[in-house]
DNA sequence: CGGAAAGTGTCAGTGACTGTCAATCATTGC
DNA sequence: GCAATGATTGACAGTCACTGACACTTTCCG
């Protein structure tokens, strides 16, 4: 009984993997702002009430896929041990990042992505929306577990710096990953390590 | 030779000030989304057109005292001795927020923007984007000062992720004191001492 | 006084997005 | 097979933010 035909979810999938793709391939070739709705809808060949229909707006094409990116990292913050320091779990959840980012092919993709949301202040700004969002219920999660296990930090206002903290981390790693070539994962590390807040115990 | 008349200046900003009280007094009432610039533009008495001669988007209007906000926030990191630590630096170029917060009229006309601001996904995600650029231009500064005097940190990674901390403990405290009525300052104190990176050192 | 500069209103247009309606298409029950 | 049903779609009209062009007035200054 899942809401609304459970089979009809795959061919919706499909249908907004074929408009991003378009749309990122006419957004890499002509600029995010350049780039109008309805061409992406022609060039899918559907009307531009259709590509609505798929997307809430146009900024939905390209942030999409960081939505179910912080689903993966949520599940991977839940899967931590409770009783590890924040930091810690915080960095772990980060590792679907760090795999998507292993592979080369990804990696360049996810680079053309980035400069696409870096060269519109409007798109920028959905994207540091979204992961404000995201934040706030990593560090719901967090709250929950202090409640549940003792040692976590409780107050509300330091779990959200915490978790504010390390996604400053995660975002100066990522920006400039996107330009130098240096390998992503020891950056972030050593971005983190730098940044463990005094708080976070070591050892657990 | 002041770039276009230096004293219309003023009442250009006497105009942008009107614009912006009646604005405000209308999103309070009625919410950002729900009130058209023609509706502002006619409470002012002015054409849409004029309005957008003195505001560059409807989002301009709110988020316009953030800019010279952070004018005002550079300029004290600038103002701060070389050899302080970051974390510290960064304390203090804030202190601007307290001393605006620690007025009850104006906290109160804050919230209240701040209200605005967290009730609307587009107008949240603009503030997100200013806050980034402004914390871009800091870390920039930071740098700058780590060049000219030894002992500061000069990884922009790691300078970056650290304004970030900062402007994460900043909003955390924020966001907590525009709900709860608790006094700000202290409350940022508290998470800042407690976000305190290894790094940066007690003592210099 | 005369002419440049600055400010304004009007109008027309673009582009994102929404509501509505009728047509189509696949599914299901008979 | 067929009709009822519900999902999907295109066409159309409309709203709203925002922009460019132009004409008009006011202000400033020699």
Redesign the interface.
Known sequence: MSAGGGLREVSRRAVQSRIARAAEELFVAKGFEETTVDEIAAAVGMSQRSFFRYFASKDEVVLDRLERLGEELSARLEARPPREPEWDSLRHSFDPIVERLSDPVVREHDRALQRIVHAS?RL???Y??RL?RLQGSLSDLLLDRAARHPGG?T????L??????A???L???M??CGVEPEVFEP?LD???A??????ASAAW
Chains 1, 2 share one sequence.
């Open positions: 202040p920028l700004a959905a540091l929306g404000d930090e107050d509300p206002v330091v959200r710096a915490l978790v504010g903290g996604f400053a981390c975002q100066a790693a920006q400039h950056c050593r971005t983190m730098a940044m463990r807040p005094v708080t």
